[in-house]
């Protein structure tokens, strides 16, 4: 196992961004605990056996709950097994049995560009994974007000998302709905994907984490608001969820 603590990533190859997302997450208990019983779990139950690629790896926390085979960032880090370009990977066809981001493709530039490189190095009936921000109505106003983010509606899918230079850690959080759900009916021929699973979730215990902020409430309190979560959030979910888990298919032969 690669060693993710924060001493290990004293290089100066370790963006600012990802030491900070190490402190809160060695500060925070809560938040912690809701990635692996919320985030990560979701992700794992939804992955096939077989060859697993992460892709947008950031920090590493997801590489050390569950280490994919390769594990790839558009930036290095001592966790990083390969410093990828989703939009063009350097991996032969049919080499994964799944593919799995977390927070990942709201950044992509050229979303269908990146999720047609997915469908070709996955094997047939190999499954794109994702946990993603959801923009229904809470997301959206929760995305475009209280998020540094942007969250604007894509005119154009099959192009570039943003206008202008892009830095890595841009993002529109519209994205993830945009493709796998308004535009579900085109991915197949589009890009080689079919949507399996859209299923909102968190909403109050993701808030009282505080996320990477300096803010949360303590760990009884996220604890207590996940637990009215899974009270409500299944039949409510689509119109309070902040975060989705999505599941896509490269179709069988």
Excluded at 26 to 49: C, D, N, T, W
Aim: overall charge negative.
């Amino acid at each position: 196992m690669v060693d993710l603590s924060p001493a290990a990533d004293a290089d100066a190859s370790v963006p600012d961004w990802v030491r900070r997302h190490w402190d809160a997450w060695e500060r925070k208990a809560g938040l912690r605990r809701y990635y692996e019983s919320e985030f990560f779990a979701r992700i794992v139950a939804a992955m096939p056996q077989g060859r697993s690629l992460e892709v947008g790896a950031g920090p590493g926390f997801f590489a050390r709950h569950h280490r994919c085979d390769t594990v790839t960032d558009v930036t290095p880090a001592p966790h990083i097994d390969r410093c990828v370009d989703v939009h063009n990977m350097p991996f032969e066809d049919d080499s994964f049995s799944c593919v799995v981001g977390i927070d990942v493709i709201h950044h992509l530039q050229m979303p269908a560009t990146a999720f047609a490189e997915m469908a070709r190095v996955l094997v047939p009936g190999g499954r794109l994974v994702l946990i993603e921000p959801w923009t229904g109505p809470v997301g959206t106003i929760v995305n475009t007000y209280l998020h540094d983010e942007d969250c604007f509606a894509i005119a154009e899918p099959w192009g570039p998302v943003f206008r202008g230079e892009k830095d890595p850690m841009d993002g529109n959080a519209t994205i993830p709905r945009t493709y796998f759900e308004k535009y579900a009916d085109e991915l197949p021929a589009r890009v080689g994907l079919r949507t399996v699973e859209v299923t909102p979730f968190a909403c109050l215990g993701y808030l009282a984490t505080g996320g990477f902020t300096a803010l949360h409430l303590p760990d009884a309190a996220v604890r207590l608001m996940q637990a009215i979560d899974h009270a409500l959030l299944d039949r409510t979910g689509r119109f309070f969820g902040l975060k989705v888990l999505i599941v896509a298919e490269k179709p069988p032969l």
